[in-house]
């Protein structure tokens, strides 16, 4: 029986239920029949009674709400309907759960989960990606997963851990990904994993565009070439060695992600490489992200927007003649 990515979401949010008495679920329409916008949460109200709550439709308040829960030893869940959203809650999420414990030596344990990125006729206001913001503040941890095995093993460690953590699940990837079962064993968070090895040029990525930089890695596999895949899993912290021995093995770098191409995780891979593996470069490195525009709604333009396989192909094969 096959397990979906949003599928693994909602069963990390059950074991962390039943696990620990601390983890509370907070969101708007997360409890009774709805089950959230994408039903991440469906049967848990009935499952855990008084532990998947309701809130108003104020996210600034959902996250102050949790933060307080937290200082008071709780470990709260917090659901945004949408990432784009969370912009309400920046000065919560940045200035209080971000600095509590620099100000006050007191943990603060909360998981802000975002759904994220594009998925056709979304639009601007329901299709962004933000992990850049989140990853720019000291005391926050940004996790992207883009595996069913890490959207659970990494929901699960992301509760644990005593830092407040941003939590990117992928909508497109919600239905579209699917595992045999869920992982017993699992790689930590803030290390990258080798999803593909190569010889010729490194593709980092993270989230959706793994799927993507795959589906081109066996494009150009035909035309002989090897190309290793290296997916971030976490963009803060970002598991620089990884990259870099990747960057040794193959000599070229291409950086992709789906967020907006001003800063940003890919800039700054290029920034760690360029600075610390110049001399392991054989050409300049490049970058890859959605044009700098807001999302369109049109599914034709959403999918030119945004980075994809035939895009990534032109770019990869451009590295590959320098």
């Known amino acids: 029986m096959s397990v979906t990515y949003l599928e693994a979401i909602r069963e990390a949010q059950a074991h962390l239920l039943r696990e620990d008495d601390r983890v509370f679920i907070y969101g708007q329409d997360v409890a009774g029949k709805f089950g959230g916008a994408f039903k991440a949460t469906k049967g848990l109200a009935a499952e855990f009674p008084g532990r998947v709550l309701n809130t108003p439709i104020s996210e600034d308040a959902m996250v102050g709400t949790a933060i307080g829960a937290a200082l008071e030893g709780m470990r709260p869940i917090v659901e945004m309907q949408f990432a784009d959203f969370s912009s309400v809650a920046l000065n919560q999420i940045l200035n209080n759960a971000g600095t509590q414990y620099y100000r006050t030596d007191i943990p603060c344990p909360i998981t802000v989960r975002l759904p994220s990125g594009g998925t056709k006729g979304s639009g601007p206001f329901h299709s962004q990606s933000m992990e850049a913001i989140y990853a720019h503040y000291p005391g926050l941890i940004v996790m992207t997963p883009a595996t069913v095995e890490d959207a659970y093993s990494m929901l699960i460690e992301a509760v644990a851990i005593d830092d407040p953590v941003v939590f990117c699940e992928h909508k497109y990837l919600y239905y579209h990904l699917k595992a045999d079962a869920l992982p017993s064993e699992a790689l930590p968070a803030g290390k990258a994993r080798i999803v593909r090895p190569g010889r010729d040029l490194s593709i980092v990525t993270y989230s959706v565009m793994v799927h993507e930089a795959l589906a081109v890695a066996e494009q150009l596999r035909a035309e002989g070439y090897e190309i290793e895949v290296v997916d971030l899993r976490t963009v803060k912290p970002l598991d620089t060695d990884t990259v870099l021995a990747s960057v040794a ?61 035939k895009s990534i192909g032109q770019k990869a094969r451009q590295l590959l003649r320098e």
């Open 249 to 309: 093995r193959t000599g070229r770098l291409l950086c992709v992600g789906e967020s907006f191409p001003w800063g940003g995780a890919t800039a700054e891979v290029i920034a760690r490489v360029a600075t610390e593996g110049f001399h392991l470069l054989d050409a300049a490195p490049a970058r890859l992200n959605a044009k700098d525009t807001p999302i369109p709604y049109h599914p034709n333009l959403w999918a030119e927007h945004r980075p994809n396989a």
